[in-house]
């Protein structure tokens, strides 16, 4: 998609990044698929590829949520792998995120081989950006990991471990619990409201298997 809460949806299973085929696909599926990804509702279920094709295996059929999920994997559908032979990738799945919720911050891992470790980047105000190391700790890193759909946090990075970034430093003096499900409910010094440089951007090296993930709201 054009935006970072819209785009065609694509899980990660068994280690092969995948996507859902639109059969009875829904606000209801929407909504948890958008929910997974730290906002608070789905504006709308788009079908028939409407965000182009993917590739891979077509993970996820006749997927039949009730919209209270927390993920997709606690949906009803038809078992991963199994699909109508209806289903190709002209059928894949998208949805639009609602962004206000959530100040509009969506977050990525880079400058890493690894998709589970990186420099931490928060996407706020149509610009992408850092969060400075003031105050970085674990329990910050767990939020960022659960957020990514990580179970959680190993390590906590500062001093730009993953090289310096670009872009305004949005956060600083992070001050999470390390039980939420977005930064945007922890504590810290405002939104750009900081004068750390890049030699202070954090990142985090996430473990637990991703259950899911839709690709086009953290790329």
Partial sequence: GTHPNEGKVEIYFNDVWGTICDNSWD????NAVCRTL????????RRSS????????????????TGRENS???????????????????????????????????????????????RVAVYYNNTWGTICDEGWDIKDAHVICRMLGFHHA?????????????????????QCLGSESNISECSHSGLGQQECGHNRDVGVACTGKVLFKCKALVT
């Fill in 27 to 30: 606000i209801y599926d929407a």
């Fill in 38 to 45: 730290g906002y608070s509702h789905a504006l709308l279920a």
């Fill in 50 to 65: 409407y965000y182009g094709e993917g590739s891979g295996p077509i993970w996820l059929d006749n997927v039949q949520c």
């Fill in 72 to 118: 997709i994997g606690e949906c009803y559908h038809s078992g991963w792998g199994v699909y109508s032979s209806a289903c190709n990738h002209s059928r894949d799945a998208g949805v639009v995120c609602l962004r206000k919720e959530y100040k509009d911050s969506v977050i990525k891992l880079i400058n890493s081989t690894y998709h589970a470790i990186g």
């Fill in 154 to 174: 190993v390590d906590a990075k500062s001093a730009a471990f993953f090289g310096e970034g670009a872009g305004p430093v949005w956060l600083s003096n992070l």
